[in-house]
């Protein structure tokens, strides 16, 4: 009686710290279900390299790990970790690759909560690895405990990890590169919608509804588009906004209205899946040739007059179209694949 006593503790005991989340509706091509269970602690070595003992929470593909001395409820942790799992199954899916193994928890990527990194959130370019400074941790928790909202920072530091192509597309000197941290401006936004998640207050309690925020990133193309003095040099050359943000915000804009006119989750994945395959750009003028030439793949039409005439960008001989024209008389080409 005393040995089938201590089983059914042991039993109960795994049932606490191992729970199954089905996946919210209209979360698009990830898993089906997710397991998460809570492990012993281990020692984690830190970006920066101090080491922290700290508790993971192991989900199919992502593993968070959590200070102990902290009180966690397992059911916000598994909404967490699910959230996480199915955010990174969607980059997965959309650009074909996953990012070089740097840290892993049982071949796990890692969301390590810590007390000192680089940021508010770092993250090994092209690889695992991502960790949130304590405040930014505590904020995402409390976010979904009290609201059931999520905070973006997780989200978008996967866009680093899934970063691949500064090759094809990073914009050498003299520009300011907007490209890299663009994707992770961007697809932050796609991961979160694909995992079903409503985003919380940016950049955090008390700021801007994450709808409204959303809204002003993907209007800044817009505002380009209505002032025709804004150009090429004093905007994402620059890494400037010709709103507001920055120039990897005005990055991800224009890259959302793509995606707004050309198929959506189409248009996305047919751009990264297949931006491996263009030469090493050696140039802005040719950096932008592959821009172009990816969005033309990716949306099946000739985009070259948005580019060139409608944006004033850098033409392949390096001259610009100035001053640029009405965005009206230069419309964007109608169709998709």
Known sequence: MRSMKTVAQLILAALAFSLVVAVPAGAAEITASCTVTKLSPVLYTAIDGHTETLTPWQGP???????????????????????LNRAYTYYQNTVGRSPAPAKTLNGRDTVAEVTTTCGAGCTYI???????????????????????????????????????????LQLPSPCTDPVVTGFAVWMRFRAMSAAGVA???????????????????????GIYDSNTSDTFAGTLCAGQSPGMYSGTDFWASIMMKFASLYGGQQFTRRFWRHLSSLPTATSVPTAITNWLNEADYASCVDLSSVFYQRWGFPQPDGTV?????????????????
């Open 61 to 83: 593909k992502v593993a968070v790990l959590v200070e102990p001395g902290v009180r966690r409820t397992a059911a916000v942790m598994t909404k967490m970790v699910c959230a």
């Open 126 to 168: 092209g690889a695992t690895g991502t960790e949130l400074q304590t405040t930014t941790f505590d904020n995402f928790y409390d976010e979904i405990a009290c609201c059931n909202q999520y905070d973006q920072t997780p989200f978008y530091e996967f866009g680093r990890s899934f970063w691949f192509w500064s090759g094809q």
């Open 199 to 221: 985003g919380a207050p940016f950049p955090g309690p008390g700021g801007t509804p994450f709808s409204t925020f959303k809204a002003q990133v993907q209007g800044l193309e």
């Open 321 to 337: 179209v100035d001053p640029r024209p009405v965005a009206s008389t230069v419309p964007f080409p109608a169709g998709h694949c």
